[in-house]
C-alpha cells in the first residue's frame, strides 16, 4: 500500500470540504445579500415617503398635484387605484432617460389624501448600481474560491512550515518510539508539549512501554529462575544416585538400574543447561565479543570427539583453507562448532566419514548418516527430533541457528551423494 | 581433616555429608549466613564448601568475612548460579574453585582431595597408595622405583579414583570428568571402559593387581 504524507492527506480532505463549501457559499452569497439588499431599501424609501413627501404634501392642493409631479423626479402622485392596503412595494421596471434604457426598481405605493381626495404615492429607487454591486461582489468571491483551490493543490512553504511546526510533538515522540530498544530497558523521555492529544499520546506511550518493559523483564527473570530453581533437586537427585551407588550387597540388576537413572539425569542436566543457554542467547547474555579463531575453536572441539569418533570407526577429515578470525563470544562460538560437530558424530554410521571444510567466511560440515535427506524447516525448530535412535536435548540445531541469529550468520542445511551438510557463513 | 558445609538445601548437604564423612572427613553444616560467620570465627576449617545462594545472605559475604579474618582455608564455591562473572568474582575474592551444580559427589570428592593436598601439602607433591607413587607436578608415576608410562587421560582417572577411594564411582560420573560439557552431549560412555581398562593393564603389568575393581560394568572403585 502506498503511503501518503500526512500533510498531503490533510490538504486533500481540505480541498474537498473547503472547496464544497465554497462553492456552495457563491449562490447563497448572491440570494443572501439580494433578499438583505431588499429589506434595506424598503426601510429607506418608507422612510422617505412618510418624513420627506408626507411633510411637503400637507399644505399641496388638488390642482397643484401636476407641479409637484414635475420637480420630484424619483416620486409622483398618481390617482387612486382601490390599493387595498397602506404600503405596497414592488420591483418594476421603469425607463431611465440617463442610462437610456429600461432599469429595475424597486417602488413604493403609498396611499395618501390630498384635500378630501384619495391618491397613491409612488416613491421608487433605482437597483442598478446595487446589482452591478452584488455582481462584483460575488465574482470576488469566486475568485477567492478558486484562489484556495489553488492554495490547497500547491501548498506554500508558510503552509508546510506551519505544519511542521504543529506536528513537531508529534514527529519527535514518532523518533522516540523508533529509538526505543527493550532490550536496553530504557524509557524514552519525551519533549513536553502543549497540545493536549500529543501529551495525551506521549502518556499512554510511555505507559505502555513501561508495561512491555516489566513484562520484558519478568518473563527473562521467569526463564532464567526457572532454570535455576530446576538445579537444586537435579543436585539433590545426583547426589542421592551416587550415594546408592555406594551401598553394600547392590545386585547387578539394581546397578543396571542406578546406571539408567544416572543416564536420564545427565539428560534431564544437559537439557536445562540447554534452556538456560537459549534464554541468556535470547535475553543478549553474552555481551562481551572477541576476535575468535574458528580453527583453534574447530579443533579443540575435535580433540573432545576423536574418541568418540574413533570408537564407532568414524573417519575425520579437516581441510582449514583459509584462515578465519570472527567476532563472537567464546562460550557462544564453542557451542556453536560443538553442536554441530557431535551432531555429525552422533548421526554417523560405523566406518562413517566427516569432512569439514573452513574457509575465511565459511565453515562447512558434511557426515554420512542412516537416514536421508531432513527436513531443512523442521530441523532447527526446538525439540523436533528427527532421529527417534539417537537420544539428544532437542535443542542442538536451535541453539545452533539463535546464535548465528545473534551474531548474523548464515546456518544452512543440505543433503548431496548421501552425505548431510551443514554450512556457516559468517 | 575438618570441612564446613554452608548449604541450605537439606537434602543435598545430608548427602554431602554422608559421602564426606566416610571418606575421613569430618564435616559440619551451616544452613544459614549467621550460622556460617559464627562456626568460621570460632573454628579452623581445612576446607570450606560453599553455597553462593543462602536464605539470610548472600554467600559471597561469607568469603569477604573468612578472608577479613585472615584465615587461610580453601574455599570452594558451589552454586546453581553458572555464570562466569560469578566464577570470576568468587575466584577474585579468595575462593579456591568453582563447582556448579548439579556436580557428582565424586567430583567434589576429587575437588576437596587436590584442594586440601595443595594448601595443606605444599612441600609435599608426592601422593602414596596401594605403594603407588604419584608426583602431582611431574605427573610421573612410580610403583616400586619404576615408572609407569600414563596417557593424560588415564593420570587423570588415577587421581580421581584415588581422591575417592573406596567409593564406587559411575561410568557417567568419569565420563563428564574426562570430557567436562561434552560428555552429555553423548550418550555412548564406552571410551571410560577403553580408558579404565588400559589404566587397568599398565598398574597391573607393574604389579599392582586389584587396586581398581569393576562394579557390574558400570562403576569402578579404588580400593586401599
Same mark, same amino acid.
Given at each position: ?50 418624513? #420627506? ?133 530504557? #524509557? ?239 | ?132 607413587? #604419584? ?79 569393576? #562394579? ?9
Amino acid at each position: 500500500m502506498k503511503r501518503k504524507k500526512l500533510l498531503n492527506k490533510t490538504l486533500r480532505y481540505y480541498l474537498f470540504s473547503g472547496g464544497l463549501m465554497a462553492l456552495v457559499a457563491i449562490p447563497l452569497y448572491y440570494l443572501g445579500y439580494n433578499i438583505y439588499y431588499i429589506q434595506e431599501t424598503d426601510e429607506f424609501l418608507l422612510e422617505q415617503s412618510n418624513n #420627506i413627501y408626507l411633510k411637503s404634501l400637507e399644505t399641496l392642493t388638488e390642482n397643484k398635484i401636476h407641479v409637484w409631479n414635475k420637480y420630484n423626479h424619483e416620486a409622483e402622485i398618481l390617482p387612486d387605484n382601490g390599493q387595498k392596503e397602506e404600503n405596497v412595494f414592488v420591483t418594476r421596471k421603469f425607463y431611465d432617460s440617463h442610462e437610456d434604457e429600461e432599469v429595475e426598481c424597486r417602488v413604493l405605493y403609498s396611499k395618501i389624501k390630498i384635500e378630501d381626495g384619495n391618491y397613491l404615492l409612488m416613491n421608487r429607487l433605482s437597483m442598478l448600481e446595487a446589482k452591478k454591486i452584488i455582481r462584483s461582489g460575488t465574482a470576488l468571491h469566486l475568485a477567492f474560491f478558486f484562489l484556495l483551490l489553488l492554495g490547497f493543490t500547491f501548498p506554500s512553504r508558510l503552509v508546510y512550515k506551519v505544519y511542521k511546526k504543529l506536528w513537531k510533538p508529534f514527529y519527535q515522540t514518532l523518533s522516540d518510539v523508533e529509538r526505543f530498544n527493550i532490550r536496553s530497558s530504557e #524509557i524514552p523521555v519525551f519533549h513536553p508539549t502543549d497540545i493536549q492529544e500529543f501529551e495525551q499520546l506521549n502518556r499512554a506511550v510511555e505507559n505502555l512501554i513501561s508495561n512491555s518493559l516489566q513484562a520484558y523483564k519478568i518473563q527473562k527473570e521467569f526463564t532464567e529462575n526457572a532454570s535455576h530453581e530446576m538445579q537444586t533437586p537435579l543436585a539433590v537427585f545426583r547426589s542421592k544416585l551416587d550415594i546408592l551407588l555406594q551401598q553394600k550387597d547392590l545386585t547387578g540388576e539394581q546397578s543396571q538400574i542406578i546406571q539408567s537413572l544416572y543416564e536420564v539425569v545427565s539428560r534431564l542436566v544437559h537439557m536445562n543447561k540447554n534452556l538456560l543457554l537459549l534464554a541468556k542467547i535470547d535475553n543478549m547474555q553474552f555481551p562481551d565479543t572477541q576476535s575468535l579463531n574458528v580453527a583453534e575453536i574447530v579443533n579443540e572441539s575435535l580433540s573432545f570427539l576423536s574418541e568418540q569418533a574413533e570408537a564407532n570407526h568414524i573417519e575425520i577429515q579437516t581441510d582449514i583453507n583459509e584462515n578465519s578470525i570472527v567476532q563472537a563470544n567464546k562460550t557462544l562460538l564453542e557451542s556453536l562448532v560443538n553442536n554441530l560437530l557431535v551432531n555429525a558424530v552422533k548421526h554417523n554410521i560405523l566406518c562413517g566419514k566427516i569432512h569439514i571444510s573452513l574457509w575465511k567466511s565459511k565453515l562447512s560440515i558434511s557426515n554420512t548418516g542412516n537416514v536421508a535427506g531432513l527436513n531443512e524447516n523442521m530441523l532447527f525448530r526446538r525439540f523436533s527430533r528427527m532421529n527417534e535412535k539417537v537420544k539428544g536435548s532437542g535443542l542442538g540445531l536451535a541453539i545452533a541457528r539463535q546464535i548465528c541469529l545473534l551474531y548474523g550468520w548464515e546456518i544452512g542445511y543440505e543433503y548431496e551423494n548421501g552425505r548431510h551438510r551443514f554450512e556457516v557463513n559468517f | 581433616m575438618k570441612i564446613l558445609l554452608i548449604e541450605d538445601e537439606h537434602d543435598l548437604a545430608q548427602s554431602i555429608m554422608e559421602y564426606l564423612s566416610k571418606q575421613d572427613y569430618l564435616c559440619e553444616h551451616a544452613a544459614n549466613y549467621r550460622n556460617a560467620v559464627e562456626r568460621i570465627m570460632v573454628y579452623d576449617y581445612d576446607c570450606i564448601l560453599l553455597d553462593l545462594m543462602l536464605p539470610d545472605g548472600d554467600g559471597l559475604s561469607v568469603l569477604e568475612a573468612l578472608k577479613k579474618g585472615n584465615k587461610q582455608t580453601g574455599v570452594i564455591i558451589i552454586s546453581a548460579k553458572d555464570s562466569l562473572e560469578d566464577k570470576i568474582k568468587g575466584i577474585h575474592i579468595g575462593a579456591d574453585d568453582y563447582l556448579p551444580k548439579p556436580f557428582h559427589l565424586p567430583e567434589l570428592g576429587a575437588r576437596i582431595y587436590a584442594l586440601i593436598r595443595r594448601t595443606q601439602y605444599a612441600s609435599n607433591n608426592i601422593i602414596t597408595s596401594n605403594s603407588l607413587q #604419584i608426583n602431582l607436578l611431574s605427573k610421573e608415576v612410580r610403583m616400586d622405583g619404576k615408572e609407569i608410562v600414563l596417557t593424560k587421560k588415564e593420570f587423570d582417572l588415577l587421581l580421581f579414583l584415588i581422591g575417592n577411594k573406596n567409593r564406587v564411582i559411575s561410568k557417567n560420573v568419569l565420563a563428564e570428568h574426562l570430557s567436562g560439557d561434552m560428555a552429555d552431549m553423548f550418550d555412548n560412555h564406552d571410551f571410560v571402559y577403553a580408558h579404565i581398562k588400559n589404566l587397568k593393564a599398565k598398574l597391573s603389568k607393574a604389579g599392582n593387581h586389584d587396586s581398581i575393581k569393576t #562394579i557390574y560394568g558400570t562403576g569402578y572403585k579404588w580400593v586401599e
